[in-house]
């Protein structure tokens, strides 16, 4: 199963590879964010999964490149994204298609965990997509991610794990909720707005 | 306002100031225990109070508590945390003192005397224990003791289960704490071996004759303890024929109400559902068989007639599902008893945490009497006297349950008390003077000739560890006695 979708993100990642626009935005988001944490580790992992492909990747991406895509075509790689966090607070974000909420939560400074940095190990990163029509647009979660889910707090109806939603141009204006897990965390139970 | 009050609310913004700023004296704090629960609430103060320096001790020269000893060599995913952790130890406000035990190195008044605030979190280090005839047989081991020599626990290394002389095992309990042990018994080697598994451990299960593994429940399939993935995970080993009996899968009202609000109670009974109705495959090939046994409840141990004082079986009283209340069924006896023979048992029915001297603690529940973190003085349940500067997170607050991650939430919530307690002034004038933090427990340490492992120590420890596994195409090889681990703390 995780095969499965490593195949798929990995395909995906070989078409923006092609387009060549993979590389000066990854390289962009790495710039702004040198120091970004997940980096230390990438060379010594060993792992394989979705998200390290996509780190690992843009670690490599770092080195200079030839590729001089345009600004305007750039632009329609990327998506708006809104995190609205625990005090309700918007964050407007714009997200590289391929890239998980995850990583660009991370990138944009918003707090998201990710305990087990995008491995399906762990429900730190559980966001709920405020508008069930955008939550109709993802693809069913897979088992690993269901089993994850089961232990998030404040689980609802449109609830996934950000790092197993990955930008792609239908999720344009997608808004995630940020789930409050402050007062009474055993009996959470956080309502997402009605649209 | 009238002026009283303007005084203390001006009073209590210059105290909240003053523990807020780096220019004044720091405000110290102190957090036992280097699990999930205490990185977790040194993050979580850092992050809030920027005049916050926080020293985190542990017993072990190794930090992060049960995601080193506790979760399964197989689950690497589940540790990659620590990445996080480590990045917490290196903050410029934190430090890491390893070696260093809260009841002997240094009591709970020297460090309440030496910082504004204590937050225990050393965790459960104990077993619940049955209670029953036998349980000091040899071959019965806590579930707990068991992960920890798997883990290579420095306490546990000569733990030295016999897995030779049986080809039965019985666990007591369907929590994960039971399906890892499970899987781990039944597991290939092979497929163990490029783990961080202990090298005792796996040289040991190379050689085990376990065969058939019993996961006994006192409930039903539909009461299960366990979560899907490792239910999944424990369903899939290859080589192993799964047994449930058909009949214990029917579900009354009862299940079926109790079901309805818990998710993950009903996609366990799914899986479980789904692996009765597959047929075990040709058994008797060498295949090795894992059953699942609801409805019983351990009555007495029974022990060897050959090999006195060992055990050699189990006597189960069968159980039936009694409704206490809404959605909720507790087992009782039904008179009726039978016997499961075996070699080896591992009770995994619950962890319990242990009280140092000088702590208000609930014996019956085995937690540390607490309100939203802030430690209780005595167990009258008066919420208004609490332990000043002192709190709790993690299991020794909630109890040994949970996941990594509701600790996050745990450290949330003692974290928010503590600055409650902090922009109220809850903390009388003596605490809010300068205390000696740091630098008061490392000479304090040095003078009773503790010694100190800090968290470069660790990383020492971390790189030895790495190398050695390299050479066995492990992603590392864990020392496992104290001497060993102490020594590579100066590599």
Redesign the interface.
Known sequence: MLSSRLVRVGACLAKELYRGKFVSMFRSGYIQRPHY??L??LQSS??V?PDTIIQRYRYLSTTPTTNASEEGSEEKEMISVTFVDKDGEENHIKVPIGMSMLEAAHQNDIEL?????G??????CHVIVMDMEYYNKLEEPA??E???L??A?G?TETSRLGCQVIAKPELDGIRLAIPA??RN?AV?GYVPKPH | MNFRKMAIFQAREWLRRSFSTVYSHPFCVCIVGSGPAGFYTAEKILKRHQGAQVDIIDRLPTPFGLVRSGVAPD????K??I??FS?VAHHDRCSFFGNVTLGSSISLSELRYLYHVVVLAYGAESDRSLGIPGENLTGIHSAREFVWWYNGHPDCKNLDPDLKSTDTAVILGQGNVALDAARILLRPTKELATTDIAEHALAALEKSTIRKVYLVGRRGPAQSAC???EL?EVLGISHVDVHIQASDLHKTMADEEEMKNN??QR?VYELLSKATTITPSNAGSGQRELHFVFFRKPDCFLESDDKSGCVSGINFEKTVLKSVGPGRQIAVGTGQFEDLRCGMVLKSIGYKSVPVHGLPFDHQKGVVLNIRGRVLSDASGDPTLYEEGLYVCGWLKRGPTG???TN???A??TV?SISEDLEQGVFTTSSSLPKPGTEGLLQLLYNRNVRVVPFIGWENIDSEEKKLGSLRNK?REKLTTWDELLEATLK
């Open positions: 944490k997940h230390h580790n060993t792992r999964c965990e990710g305990a087990c940095e491995s399906l190990a762990c429900s730190t088992d690993e269901n089993d994850m089961d232990l707090f689980l897990a402050t965390f959470d | 689950h690497p995913e589940t990659i945390v990445n996080q990045r979560t899907a993935k999944r998710r993950i996609r996941i990594i991650a996050l939430y745990c949330e919530e928010a992603p």
